[in-house]
């Protein structure tokens, strides 16, 4: 017969071993509920859908401030995590976070801020998330920037020999009937100029500009700004450009696999545009990098045909040269004409051989 104690510590064993199994067998238990419930966490994917894809701002006025909204919700099981909102070229958009449960709504905010000009604005933007089926959403932001001034011409063709430029009368009105007036008057180079009173308010101005025709040689394109003080347009801008005394062909001389010091012949033709007589005096480097020599002038309608000899100067090492030819016209004006040269390719010793 076994002594008390030695059956007490076996019994005492069989209930640690069962109480082992059933704390072994809770742990395999949690075990395998989370491995099925990390299974089928990995199975919830977000979904992202938008209300609409085009925040459209519709008809705005010059210089205001938009901001619109894109709204959306995630129709998914799984956490949606907007990773990044593609740059959109003056649009300001902004979120209020980056993360969405399933069913939860956002909303991304899109700000813009329209011009003087009328314009339509049309930009698109992309964005990107955790979303498996649509990674990458494309939102369209558009609006149309109405003015409601109005102004007559839009371009001013002007010319050297005609009376004031040939430059007409500018006329600027409100669409609106609402009065304003003209606060600014800017041209390019001041060659054109008018008298304005900015005090005086109206719903239609006729300006009568004056033109500065020596001015006006030295800028042959530019534009003129008119400033306003209407709430829906603050300037005018009107583009200019001039038909100028002489035209030069080619305007830029480009010569392809020049030998150093040799003379080449090129034709050069120069023509009044105002069909007006005049005299080539010379013909001459600017720089005195290219020899340049009038071999003949011969005469065509309203001007002359030129063919001259161009010297390429010795290479130093270099690929190509540059220069300027001046035209001297009878009676002070200079005409350019610019050259390029290229040097023909040298092949070397081993090439040779």
């Known amino acids: 017969m076994k002594p008390e104690y030695e059956i007490q510590i076996s019994h005492n064993t069989k209930r640690l071993g069962r109480i082992i199994g059933l704390i072994c067998g809770l742990v395999l238990f949690l075990q395998i509920g989370c491995q099925e419930q ?10 992202i859908k938008f209300e609409k894809m ?57 700000e813009w801020s329209s011009g003087a000009r009328e314009m339509t604005f049309i930009r698109q ?75 005086v308010k109206a719903t239609k101005y006729v300006l009568e500009p004056r033109v500065d025709t020596e001015k006006l040689q030295k800028s042959l394109k530019g534009r003129i700004n008119i400033s306003l003080d209407h709430p829906k347009g603050d300037v005018a801008i009107i583009l200019y450009s001039v038909l100028p005394k002489y035209t030069v062909n080619p305007p830029l001389l480009i010569i392809f696999n020049a030998e150093p010091n040799k003379p080449i012949v090129r034709t050069i033709s120069v023509l009044n545009n105002y069909k007006k007589d005049f005299e080539i005096e010379s013909v001459s480097s600017k720089n005195n ?11 065509i309608s309203n001007g ?50």
């Open 38 to 47: 990390a299974r089928m966490t990995d199975n919830l994917v977000p979904e």
């Open 54 to 110: 085009i925040c459209d701002f519709g008809e705005i006025g010059p210089n205001t401030k938009k901001t619109g909204e894109l709204k959306f919700t995630n129709v998914g099981e799984g956490l949606l995590e907007i990773t990044k909102v593609g740059n959109c070229c003056g649009v300001v958009t902004r979120l209020d976070k980056m993360e969405y449960k399933p069913g939860e709504s956002g909303a991304l905010i899109v």
């Open 125 to 199: 933007m992309v964005l990107h998330s955790n979303d498996p089926n649509t990674p990458a959403v494309t939102l369209t932001v558009k609006a149309k920037v109405v003015l409601q001034i109005d102004w007559e011409p839009k371009r001013l063709n002007l010319f050297l020999d005609e009376e004031n430029g040939g430059c007409s009368n500018i006329t600027i009105r409100s669409l609106d009937n609402q009065p304003f007036s003209v606060t600014g008057f800017k041209s390019t180079g001041d060659c054109i100029t008018v008298d304005y009173d900015p005090s």
């Open 289 to 299: 990098i290219v020899a340049m020599k009038l071999l003949e002038q011969k005469k």
């Open 304 to 353: 002359y045909q030129l063919d001259v000899e161009i010297t390429p100067p010795a290479d130093e090492g270099q690929p190509r040269f540059t220069d300027e030819f001046l035209l001297k016209i009878k009676g002070g004006e200079s005409l350019s004409i610019k050259c390029n040269g290229y040097y023909s390719k040298r092949k070397t010793n081993l090439e040779t051989e």
